[in-house]
């Protein structure tokens, strides 16, 4: 695939929506050119050139190396906005990841757990328990990498990559 100049374009799918990615812009399937953050975040996936297979083993942020900084960020920004966003909405927010393209995980201990491919290589497990009002207890979402996530992006870029999804799902994104 070429753009309108003859340059290579490479297509890659990205939150539930195809990209075209040349070395002069990325522009979305509609045509669109995406939010800078997006492309940076596209181009370092790109940068990575990732190679190998995902482990199948999902890990929280927190067992990868030099992440407890990041570990607040990632609840702040993605968990608790994700929690009190769908609190008492938990099927509104496994529609708008399903239409991410995410699919259902066997075996969860959660109300529901769906892993949503953000990048090829990059997905993300969203563990979701509503509220439970009689028991006092507040809705809360916990994510989970795959133990070989920083094969394909560094920490910052797998935590934005979990933030573009979450607004996504909030209808921001």
């Not at 563990?127 to 809360?140: K, L, R, T, V, Y």
Request: proline content about 5%; aromatic content about 10%.
């Amino acid at each position: 695939m070429v753009d309108q100049n003859g340059s290579p374009m490479l297509q890659l799918s990205y939150i539930g929506d195809t990209v075209l990615i040349s070395a002069r812009s990325i522009i979305s399937s509609a045509g669109t050119e995406l939010d800078p953050r997006d492309q940076i975040l596209l181009y370092n996936y790109l940068f990575f050139g990732g190679k190998g297979e995902l482990s199948g083993e999902w890990v929280g942020l927190e067992s990868f190396p030099n992440s407890i900084s990041k570990v607040v960020t990632l609840k702040r920004y993605t968990e608790d906005k994700l929690a009190s966003q769908f609190a008492g909405r938990g099927e509104y927010l496994k529609e708008k990841l399903l239409e991410m393209n995410a699919v259902d995980v066997p075996e969860c201990h959660a109300d529901f757990c769906l892993a949503v491919p953000v990048l090829p290589k990059v997905p993300v497990q969203v563990h979701f328990w509503d509220a439970d009002e009689e028991d006092g207890f507040p809705a809360s979402v916990k994510l989970l990498f795959d133990r070989n996530a920083l094969e394909f992006l560094d920490i910052e870029s797998l935590i934005f990559a979990a933030e573009r999804m979450t607004e996504k799902a909030c209808g921001q994104g």
